[in-house]
């Protein structure tokens, strides 16, 4: 029972109706670059098997 308490209190929250604006305009809000993240997609990982020279 405090399980389901303690997890009902993580998946719901509630907002004032300016919060509630200001969390659909950051939800709305265009995706910003991330550099980093992106060579870290498109970098081969360590632990990829490498081919034999």
């Known amino acids: 029972m405090r399980a389901e308490e303690a997890m009902a209190m993580r998946r719901n929250f509630g907002l004032d109706a300016e919060e509630w604006d200001a969390f659909m305009a950051a939800l709305d809000a265009p995706t910003r670059e991330l550099p980093?993240?992106?060579?870290?997609?498109?970098?081969?990982?360590?632990?990829?098997a490498r081919t034999a020279e």
């Open 36 to 48: 980093r993240t992106g060579k870290l997609l498109t970098t081969p990982s360590v632990f990829e």
